[in-house]
């Protein structure tokens, strides 16, 4: 009986620090870039990338890494001006599309793409002037459990426009 209450200590515990941990996505954090995967989630878009389009199922056309993984925009960074806003815990949950060289493309119009600087110092990916992000998890190409999270982060389509069809995750949790 004393383990089980221990067991259940712990249990409630891991709980509420992954709770808060993951409740701090959307706020402008302390700088921290997150532009890396850490264990668990995937590794950010890095040089020699190519950005292009893909049918998702339940989604539609989408811009994803060369990869396949489905990229997202988030609504509380901004275009004009390119704003982010994703960083500390938001960016372990929802990490940076970063570059560190040239970027090609296949059906998405070279000249919407760019990048900006992250505050510690890595270039994310922009398209349209949105910021551009990968999902935790999505752990497979062309998924996109992230479209639609917290009614705020968006599978982005070839033009830098958020995908409106929503998937059945985006009733539930995300960051």
Not at 74 to 90: E, I, K, L, Q
Request: charged share 15%; proline share 3%.
């Amino acid at each position: 009986m004393h383990a089980t209450k221990h067991l259940t200590g712990y249990a409630a515990t891991g709980a509420a620090i992954l709770t808060l941990t993951l409740a701090g996505c959307g706020s402008s954090g302390n700088g921290n870039s997150g532009s890396g995967g850490s264990a668990g989630t995937p590794a950010a878009v890095t040089t020699g990338t190519t950005l292009m389009t893909a049918k998702v199922a339940k989604v539609g056309t989408v811009v994803t890494d060369s990869k396949g993984y489905v990229l997202y925009r988030f609504d509380a960074d901004s275009a004009h001006p390119t704003r982010v806003s994703c960083y500390g815990t938001c960016a372990v949950v929802w990490p940076a599309a970063t570059a560190k060289g040239s970027v090609t493309v296949k059906g998405i119009d070279k000249s919407l793409v760019s990048t900006v600087k992250r505050s510690g110092g890595t270039s994310q990916l922009t398209l349209a002037g949105w910021p551009l992000y990968r999902y935790a998890k999505d752990d497979q190409p062309k998924e996109a459990y992230g479209q639609g999270v917290g009614g705020t982060w968006w599978a982005v389509t070839p033009t830098g426009a958020k995908a409106t069809t929503a998937t059945a995750s985006s009733t539930g949790g995300g960051y």
